[in-house]
């Protein structure tokens, strides 16, 4: 086969893999030159000259130092680049790859499929201006400040340097006729646009200006490809994505299936102790497939784990997240209802609400004595323990850990000013600035309780002075500016009035396509003589205010229970 | 208030280095491999006392993810567990006589041993009741995890200790000699754990599980804590302050994000709850002899004793990495 597609070859470690790639490569003829980094041990480029000897078509250029980010591996692609365009005269196209780079598919296919798009240089060549992904603030300034020192090696000189041009305001000039390209240092390009900009005879000046640019290899031939190629396609060959950080996501074997089927001609970067990867691809094999490169499955694989490292999963907290306050990117896992003073106005709410949607409701689960979880279980999902003790010691996470563990299953439950509140009220500031939450409140209400229970009057009035001040400090904190949950105040005697109504409007919420199934509301407790219970403590001196206007004599409940 | 802080704390970091290194004339060598530790190798760090039972696992266990040489302090076991680790062809084991409780529970002897030989290395710090899992552990060797680590610039690797235990009574199935103990203990809490930022460390202090619920729930604030570093590129400027909890310089315990993200995290699968029988004590009983004398008689009785029984029907029975992944006790993070 007549060998019309060559290959260079950066290579600094591994290099026994990089040997075995070359020497897949090679078998079907096609010439690669090696470029060697300069500070790889000698002991360890002799091994790899010596395992490569027998192979006509490999080639290795002169050496240059290698530095991440610094020209000198722009100065590396253009030794090995000259060296084989001089050596094969029958090379027609040059592909650049790392010893790091895997090929997915025989060459030939590859081959065949270039041979499919003449003329056409694959370098990916994006505007600087509309570049979007570089990372860590450094994008135009790549071009108009000088970088004289690599990043890696003196990174507190770099940032100085970086400060320091900013503050003077410097700005260098471009090279008149060029417009900053960026792109993936791994390209394809054919024999006449590589040869016109090695030939060019503006190359010193060129070189001169990228010597001094922040990571040239991603922006020299990116850009001068511009000036001299018939037909750019703005894309690599090389299937590489990059992480948030602008590092290369790397792969191992358990990625082999998810390679095969991307169909793409090569991958980097490859783990070096990737077995079954390189066992794999690089098994001899005849081209068979015709198959257009698909790389968005991979695409979408890390995507998903860059969104993982820099949004997480909402509503988790763990060893590797702890985010700082609104920092959250959602404070809970899902959405939950918070029902105060529900309990005491009607007989059996957690009975009617667990029937009638499909939630898990539990009782109040922030009482003093235990955590009231549905069914009065003593342990709950995730393994939480209804001890207050246990509860008290970090009610919020007490909280979250519930609403992540039970993820898929609306959770309800009870609250009122007689739970633990937390330090200031924590733990409601963090429900009602929480996007998840449904809180519905019926002040007052936890005067029912007392009144029935019918105890000791002075003690009674006491507690009722007491909740009262505790409801009147959470009703001022639902009513604060900085809010997020979905909150709904009624007074008692505003919510006795049309109960139906509400609860409506509160089930449609919880099981928005279940409302047909609210057909009974749930009965009201026996309230005759509450009103003359309010006079009399108003009589003991109390104020009850947060019930609203309650009269003395109460009204017959509504006469109908059923909705219309 | 920055500047003292960080004098002091690093006053605190010459103190406990100083510390190792007195401490670490306590430590007599049995067999002396670390000739054999090569450039790179993945070293694995342990102290223990009497844990026979536990030790042809948990070789089995590290070796296989990749752990190149071991060195343990054997502190005055009487159980033959350092004549079986120095019968071991990739172990360095050294003896120490002296106070477990005064070598503040051995960390004095691991940071001696870590500054001496964990220079340059990565490596692992870990009870022999400890289990390391990382992401794709099941398919990527932990040299895999080590190299992505260097490549992205980090030093440190952070966990969750998760317990697991046994469904019923501790006691009631011991773990063989060899065996895996997470056969028997393959229970665990998947979703009770509280997180304060503990800022003098940076560190975060981790809390709950099945051991607050289960003995501190009368006083939870003195419940254990489960947060931990085992994997460190150490540099010998390094120093564990308290257990394998947090380090100092604190740089080295910020392995967590505080803007919502999640950095890859691995769990510690302690299997602390579990009555190890050798097959001595084995034999002694099916014999029914009489051995209210020996001490190993004793620990073993001592595990039956306890009839706690941890289980609840809430409690999940572990499969694999991925599973604590999903539930949210460990993180890929962006190494996919």
């Known amino acids: 086969m007549s060998a019309r597609l060559g290959f260079i070859m950066l290579v600094h470690t591994a290099l026994d893999r990089a040997a075995d790639v070359v020497r897949f490569v090679a078998a079907t003829g096609s010439p690669v030159v090696i470029h060697v980094d300069a500070s790889t041990p000698p002991a360890q480029r002799e091994g790899l000259l010596q395992a490569l000897a027998h192979l006509p078509q490999v080639r290795f250029c002169k050496r240059h130092r290698c530095d991440w980010g610094t020209w000198s591996l722009v100065a590396a692609m253009q030794s090995a680049s000259e060296l084989l365009l001089r050596d094969f005269p029958g090379v027609e196209r040059v592909y650049a790859m790392s010893g790091a780079c895997l090929p997915l598919r025989p060459v030939a296919e590859l081959q065949a499929w270039l041979d499919r798009h003449p003329d056409a240089d694959f370098i990916e060549s994006v505007n600087v201006a509309d570049v ?71 190359r010193p000046v060129y070189d001169r200006y990228f010597r001094q640019v922040w990571i040239p290899d991603e922006s020299y031939f990116q850009t001068l490809v511009r000036l001299h190629a018939r037909r750019i396609e703005s894309r690599s060959l090389t299937l590489g994505k990059f992480d948030h950080q602008g590092k290369p996501h790397v792969f191992y074997d358990d990625h082999l299936t998810l390679l095969r089927r991307s169909d793409c001609f090569m991958a980097r970067k490859i783990w070096r102790g990737a077995d079954r990867l390189y066992q794999h691809f690089l098994a001899p094999r005849e081209a068979a497939s015709d198959a257009e490169p698909q790389p968005s499955r991979i695409d979408r694989h890390f995507a998903r784990a860059t969104e993982q490292r820099v949004r997480g999963r909402p509503g988790l907290y763990m060893a590797s997240r702890f985010p700082v306050a609104n920092r959250e990117n959602g404070k809970t896992a899902e959405p939950y209802s918070v029902f105060q003073g529900f309990t005491e106005v009607f007989q059996d709410f957690e009975g009617w609400l667990s029937a009638v949607a499909n939630c898990r409701v539990h009782g109040h689960l922030f009482a003093p004595q235990k955590a009231q979880f549905a069914g009065r279980e003593r342990h709950f999902a995730g393994g939480l323990s209804d001890s207050a003790t246990l509860r008290d010691y970090n009610p919020r996470a007490f909280l979250t850990n519930l609403l992540w563990a039970t993820r898929g299953e609306r959770q309800c439950f009870q609250f009122g000013p007689g739970d633990t509140q937390g330090r200031k009220f924590d733990l409601l500031w963090f429900m009602a600035t929480d996007s998840n939450a449904q809180i519905s409140v019926i002040s007052g209400a936890w005067a029912v309780p007392l009144y029935r229970s019918g105890g000791d009057f002075a003690q009674l009035r006491r507690e009722a002075a007491r909740l009262q001040r505790i409801e009147s400090e959470m009703i001022e904190i639902l009513h604060a500016p900085q809010t997020r949950a979905r909150i709904r105040i009624w007074t008692m005697a505003e919510f006795l009035e049309n109960p139906a109504e509400p609860l409506h409007t509160l089930f449609d919420e919880i099981a928005p396509h279940s409302a047909a199934r609210l057909m009974r509301l749930p009965d009201l407790v026996d309230l005759t003589g509450f009103g003359s219970f309010l006079q009399e403590l108003r009589n003991q001196g109390m104020q009850p205010v947060l019930m609203g206007d309650f009269p003395t004599t109460p009204l017959p409940p509504d006469p109908s229970h059923r909705m219309k | 208030m920055g500047i003292l802080t960080s004098y002091r704390l690093r006053l605190m970091r010459r103190r406990w280095k100083i510390r190792a290194r007195l401490k670490g004339r306590e430590l007599q060598p049995l067999a002396e491999r670390t000739g054999q530790i090569g450039k790179n190798a993945i070293l694995l760090f342990a102290t223990l006392r009497n844990e026979k039972p536990r030790l042809a696992w948990f070789l089995q266990y590290y070796r296989a993810l990749g752990v190149e040489h071991f060195l343990f302090v054997d502190n005055g076991s009487e159980d033959g567990s350092a004549e079986y680790l120095a019968g071991q062809p990739d172990a360095s084991v050294w003896r120490a006589e002296a106070s477990y409780k005064a070598s503040r529970f051995g960390m004095d002897w691991m940071n001696g041993l870590l500054r001496r030989y964990g220079h340059g290395h990565w490596a692992l710090t870990v009870d022999v009741d400890e289990f390391f899992l990382y992401p794709h552990c099941d398919t990527r060797p932990l040299r895999a995890l080590t190299d992505w680590l260097d490549d992205a610039g980090l030093r440190s690797f952070g966990t969750l200790l998760l317990d697991v235990y046994p469904k019923g009574p501790v006691g009631d199935q011991p773990c063989l000699e060899g065996q895996n103990p997470l056969e028997i203990a393959s229970w665990f809490d998947s979703g009770n754990y509280t997180i304060t930022r503990n800022h003098r460390f940076r560190n975060l202090w981790i809390q709950g599980g099945p051991r607050a619920r289960g003995y501190f729930a009368d006083q939870p604030r003195a419940a254990p804590a489960l947060n931990k570093v085992p994997l460190v590129k150490w540099h010998r400027s390094f120093v564990y302050v308290s257990s394998t909890h947090m380090l100092l310089p604190r740089g080295l315990n910020l392995t967590y994000d505080t803007l919502g993200g999640e950095k890859a995290s691995g769990c510690l699968l302690h299997a602390k709850f579990l009555a190890t029988l050798s097959d001595k004590v084995r034999e002694e009983m099916a014999r029914g002899q009489h051995y209210a004398e020996s001490r190993e008689y004793q620990a073993y009785a001592s595990g039956i004793a306890d009839r706690t029984d941890l289980w609840t029907k809430w409690s999940e029975r572990f499969i694999n990495w991925r599973q604590l992944e999903i539930m949210g006790l460990m993180s890929k993070g962006n190494w996919a």
């Open chain 1, 132 to 202: 979007n992904w570089t990372k860590g603030g450094l994008n135009e300034e790549r071009f108009t400040l000088w970088f004289p020192v690599g990043f890696k090696r003196r990174k507190w000189v770099f940032d100085r340097l970086v400060d320091a041009q900013r503050l003077l305001h410097v700005k260098r000039d471009i090279p008149d006729g060029i417009v900053p390209h960026m792109g993936s240092q791994w390209w394809c390009l054919t024999r006449e646009t590589l040869e016109a900009i090695l030939k060019d005879p503006m």
